[in-house]
T-cell receptor, first 115, second 115 residues
């Protein structure tokens, strides 16, 4: 399977715990994005990377959130001291990063439930 | 401020007929538009896109129309098939420009194809 993969697919945690999600993009894609989707809403942008550089962060990304892409390949998204409001689907996408018609391809998502 | 709006939360269409999903946007900087399809517990799947230099783009059963003056686009599916039942998201972004690649999504329209 050469699509975007995410791990884990589901995570249940208690409030106050830290969680980390992993995303593996399509292999030749330079850009990697994180989005969050809550019930009844469309995905909302969190942050994105061009290779290993984090180029933009949304205001949604509080200080408790950190994302890395250490070698320009896979990425991790960590949430510290989770809150119930963090419960959502966390989506990763990747793209080639070339030209006007650059298209983002999404992974299956990680569903986070904070109890 | 909802910059991309999908005003119909749901739509039911008879199998074999045309499905028309609508999307409006308010940000004049948006120049590239995409439609994604999403099944439950999966990530969004890219369907079709259009840039602002065109008013129509066709791919098999899917056609996207763009009316830039009205800031309106629509997705036509002909003929509709049961496998088309899913949530459809409209997304938009400015033409690829360093730092402006994030997608802004609508809230989605749930399409149900009735056999």
């Amino acid at each position: 399977d050469t699509g975007v993969s995410q791990d884990p697919r589901h995570k249940i945690t208690k409030r106050g715990q830290n969680v980390t999600f992993r995303c593996d993009p399509i292999s030749e894609h330079n850009r990697l994005y994180w989005y969050r989707q809550t019930l009844g809403q469309g995905p909302e942008f969190l942050t994105y990377f061009q290779n290993e550089a984090q180029l933009e962060k949304s205001r949604l990304l509080s200080d408790r959130f950190s994302a890395e892409r250490p070698k320009g390949s896979f990425s991790t998204l960590e949430i510290q001291r989770t809150e119930q409001g963090d419960s959502a689907m966390y989506l990763c996408a990747s793209s080639l990063g070339t030209g006007i018609s650059d298209t983002q391809y999404f992974g299956p998502g990680t569903r986070l439930t904070v109890l | 401020d909802q910059q991309v709006k999908q005003n119909s939360p749901s739509l039911s269409v008879q199998e074999g007929r045309i499905s028309i999903l609508n999307c409006d946007y308010t940000n004049s900087m948006f120049d590239y538009f995409l439609w994604y399809k999403k099944y439950p517990a999966e990530g969004p799947t890219f369907l079709i896109s259009i840039s602002s230099i065109k008013d129509k783009n066709e791919d098999g059963r899917f056609t996207v129309f763009l009316n830039k003056s009205a800031k309106h686009l629509s997705l036509h599916i002909v003929p509709s098939q049961p496998g088309d039942s899913a949530v459809y998201f409209c997304a938009a972004r400015p033409i690829s420009n360093f730092g402006n690649e994030k997608l802004t999504f609508g809230t989605g329209t749930r399409l149900t194809i009735i056999p």
